[in-house]
C-alpha cells in the first residue's frame, strides 16, 4: 500500500483501489458474482430457490455496447478515494459514472472528472438529496441504476453480480449485503451492525422483505424506482427503498459483497451525532410506514423472497 499526501495528512489509499491495479479481494470475501443470500432460512423457501447460475451474467459485448447501465456516486469530500473508486469498476458494464458533489470542499470533484466521471452539483446536503440529484441527471435510455458509495468501502467489481439478476429479467432490486459476508475487519462498526440487524428484522418480520442488509451498494430498474417515488434527502434513503419495494411487490434479491474499511475519515459511521441521526432517521421511517402510513398493513401477497422470480 502506498501512501499519497493531502495537506500535511497522509492518507493510505489501499490497493485495490489504486488506478490501473486489477481489484483484489480478501480470500474470505472472494465469492462467485452471483452468490444470492441465503438467509434468513425461515424465510427463503430452499425448493424455490433456483440452481445456481454461473453464467448468469450477459457476456459484455466486444464492440464496447455496454448494458444500458449507470452509476451514481454521492460523494462529500471523498478526494482521496474517488479515483481509485471510479478506476475499479468493470468498465464493460455501465456507460457512465454519475458522481454527485454534495458541496465538497476539497478536490472530489476534479478528480472525479479527471477520472471520466460525470460530475454534478447538489448543494444541498444529505446522501439522500444527491441520489435525487444523480437520478435527475440519467440519461433517457438508462434501464439499470447502481447506486454506490464513493468512499471506498465498497467493492466495485461486484457491479456485475448487482446488475445481472435485473438486465436477465429475474429482478428489480438487488442488494449488496455486506453481512453474510467476511468484511474487512472494521468495515462496519458496532452501531452499523446492531441498526442494520433491528432494521432488517424490522423490514422482514413487518414488511415481508427477506433483508439482511441496508447496503449502499444496490442495483436498482429505473422503471421500478420511479414507481417509488424515493424522497429521502438523508440517511433514511435506503430504508425507504426497500419499505418502498417491499409494498410494491418487488422482485427483491441480495448478493453477498465484501466490505472495506472506509477511505479518509468518517463522518457518520465513526461518529455519535451521526450514528444517532441515521437510527433515529431509519427507524423513525420503519415505524412511520409500519403503524402511521395509510396502507401501510403488510401486503396480502406472499412476501417477495430472495432468489424466487415471481413471473
Ligand atoms: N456524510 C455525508 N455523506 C454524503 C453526503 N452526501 C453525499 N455523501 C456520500 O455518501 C456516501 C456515504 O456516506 P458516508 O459518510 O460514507 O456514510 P457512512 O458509510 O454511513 O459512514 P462513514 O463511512 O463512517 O462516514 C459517501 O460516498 C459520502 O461521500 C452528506 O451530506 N453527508
Ligand atoms: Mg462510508
Redesign the pocket.
Given at each position: 500500500m502506498q501512501p499519497a499526501r493531502r495537506g500535511s495528512r497522509t492518507i493510505r489509499i489501499p490497493d485495490r483501489l489504486r488506478p490501473g491495479r486489477a481489484p483484489t479481494l480478501p480470500p474470505s470475501a472472494a465469492l462467485p458474482l452471483d452468490t444470492a443470500m441465503t438467509y434468513p432460512p425461515a424465510i427463503v423457501d430452499p425448493a424455490a430457490r433456483p440452481a445456481a447460475r454461473p453464467a448468469a451474467q450477459p457476456a459484455p459485448r466486444p464492440d464496447g455496447d455496454c448494458p444500458p447501465v449507470e452509476v451514481i456516486?454521492?460523494?462529500?469530500?471523498?478526494e482521496a478515494a474517488i479515483g481509485g473508486v471510479l478506476a475499479a469498476l468493470p468498465r464493460d458494464w455501465f456507460r457512465r459514472a454519475i458522481v454527485?458533489d454534495?458541496g465538497s470542499t476539497d478536490g472530489t470533484a476534479a478528480v472525479a472528472a479527471a477520472a471520466g466521471a460525470h460530475v454534478v452539483h447538489e448543494p444541498r446536503?444529505?446522501?439522500g438529496s444527491?441520489c435525487l440529484a444523480g437520478l435527475a441527471a440519467l440519461h433517457a435510455d438508462t434501464e439499470v441504476i447502481v447506486f454506490l458509495?464513493?468512499?471506498g468501502?465498497d467493492a466495485p467489481d461486484r457491479l456485475p453480480g448487482l446488475v445481472a439478476p435485473i438486465l436477465a429479467g429475474e429482478a428489480d432490486l438487488v442488494i449488496g449485503s455486506r453481512v453474510t459476508a467476511h468484511g474487512q475487519r472494521g468495515a462496519l462498526t458496532l452501531p452499523?451492525r446492531t441498526g442494520n440487524a433491528i432494521a432488517t428484522a424490522w423490514l422482514r418480520g413487518r414488511f415481508g422483505l427477506p433483508a439482511t442488509d441496508l447496503g449502499?451498494f444496490r442495483a436498482i430498474r429505473r422503471s421500478s424506482l420511479k414507481s417509488l417515488h424515493m424522497s429521502d434527502p438523508?440517511w433514511g434513503w435506503t430504508v425507504e427503498m426497500q419499505i418502498k419495494a417491499a409494498r410494491a411487490g418487488l422482485r427483491y434479491r441480495e448478493v453477498t459483497v465484501p466490505c472495506f474499511r472506509?477511505i479518509g475519515r468518517?463522518?457518520?459511521?465513526?461518529t455519535v451525532r451521526?450514528v444517532l441521526g441515521?437510527a433515529f432517521k431509519i427507524l423513525g421511517l420503519l415505524a412511520w410506514h409500519d403503524f402511521v402510513r395509510p396502507g401501510s398493513r403488510r401486503r396480502s401477497a406472499p412476501p417477495v423472497t430472495a432468489n424466487t422470480p415471481r413471473e
Open positions: 456516486l454521492p460523494a462529500l469530500d471523498e454527485v454534495n446536503r444529505g446522501y444527491a458509495d464513493a468512499d468501502s452499523q449502499p438523508d472506509r468518517s463522518k457518520i459511521s465513526g451521526g441515521a
